[in-house]
């Protein structure tokens, strides 16, 4: 599957965004869609998942209350909403597929090229 996610930019702190994630076929009920971002100069990080049948989301404690992931199965598209964005958000973002839920960047086998969101003081 190849992922295209958009949706990134510069923005202030305090401000907000929302990316996407396209799919390039369809994303099936088992499967878990995941968002990572890697800071400059640090490693890929796990940000939020969702499982794609039922909606559970999952979410690391940096961004918890602060993003959302979402889907549209009908539109097999995934979303990170982003609001109260800090300078510490500043990275590429990238969207991911597992066949289960995993914090685990190595167990999301399909990856989109990242996009990249600034986040100025």
């Known amino acids: 599957v190849q992922l295209q996610a958009s949706g990134g930019g510069l923005v202030q702190s305090g401000d907000s965004l929302r990316l996407s994630c396209a799919p390039s076929?369809?994303?099936?009920?088992?499967?878990?869609m995941g968002w990572f971002r890697q800071p400059p100069g640090k490693e890929r990080e796990f940000v939020a998942a969702i499982r794609w049948g039922t909606g559970l989301t999952y979410y690391s404690d940096s961004v918890k209350g602060r993003f959302t992931i979402s889907r549209e199965t009908g539109k097999n598209t995934m979303y990170l909403k982003m609001n109260s964005l800090k300078p510490d958000d500043t990275a590429i973002y990238y969207c991911?597929?597992?066949?289960?839920?995993?914090?685990?960047?190595?167990?999301?086998?399909?990856w989109g090229q990242g996009t990249q969101v600034t986040v100025s003081s």
């Open positions: 991911a597929r597992a066949n289960g839920l995993s914090y685990d960047q190595r167990e999301y086998r399909d």
């Open positions: 076929r369809r994303i099936f009920s088992s499967h878990v």
